[in-house]
């Protein structure tokens, strides 16, 4: 089987690297850095499966290159790799194309399986991600006072940059510009009581914004 490894991490993308071409059954095909690279490359080599880090920086996040991925070449299979034992980014993931997800500190042996589970059309978790999967799809969504003060404008700024989309290219998106993008973050951050960026995407993400 075709495989590329998109992490922003040199030492993980060369050891992962090391640790599939030495399976008789996997080959590497290629490595990338960054999000838009991945895409570049799973259009080029239409491998059997991509390995995604969640966390790639700069660029778009792996979210979203996992949706675009998913969308412009179905035939790709795609696992993100993450140290985030997280249920909202799990569910995003699975709803959204992915067929595996697993802890970056999983034993060898589980990534192994997880490719080979996912290269044969099945679905893998780590062990650790199956109870939040469970209460993800059976949880009831819930409103709270500080989404409710949030204006339609915010809420569209919200989502794109829980998909990782940066200033400009939100801008272009809603027509507005720059400026007024980064008046509406401060705003979001703000009413929400929140300080960063990732903050802001892990909400979305609870609220079920993507």
């Known amino acids: 089987m075709k495989i590329i490894i998109a992490d922003d991490h040199s030492v993980i993308r060369e050891g992962l690297a090391a640790l599939l071409s030495f399976q008789p059954d996997m080959e590497v095909v290629a490595t990338a850095a960054n999000g838009e690279e991945a895409r570049v490359l799973v259009e080029k080599h239409q491998p059997d ?3 995604l880090d969640i966390d790639m920086s700069p660029g778009e996040s792996g979210l979203l ?8 070449c179905p035939g790709t299979k795609i696992i993100m790799m993450t140290m985030h034992d997280d249920r909202e980014y799990l569910l995003y993931t ?8 697993t802890l970056k500190n999983a034993p060898e042996g589980e990534l192994l399986e997880a490719v080979r589970t996912v290269n044969n059309g099945g679905i893998h978790l780590s062990k650790e991600m199956v109870p ?7 949880g009831k ?4 006072d500080d989404y409710l003060k949030l204006r339609e404008r915010e809420i569209e700024v919200l989502t794109l940059i829980a998909k990782g989309y940066g200033n400009k290219e939100i801008a272009d998106k809603l027509f507005i510009s720059v400026k007024t993008v980064e008046t509406h973050k ?3 951050m703000t009413k929400l009581n929140l300080k960063t960026r990732p903050e802001l995407v892990e909400y979305a993400l609870k609220k079920r914004l993507l």
Do not use: C, M, P, W
Not at 94 to 101: E, K, L, M, V
């Open 65 to 72: 290159t996992a949706e675009r991925i998913h969308k412009e």
């Open 49 to 51: 499966i991509i390995l």
């Open 94 to 101: 699975i709803q959204n194309g992915a067929s595996g997800y």
């Open 141 to 144: 969504h819930h409103e709270d």
């Open 186 to 188: 401060i705003n979001l």
């Open 132 to 138: 939040h999967l469970v209460k993800g799809f059976i």
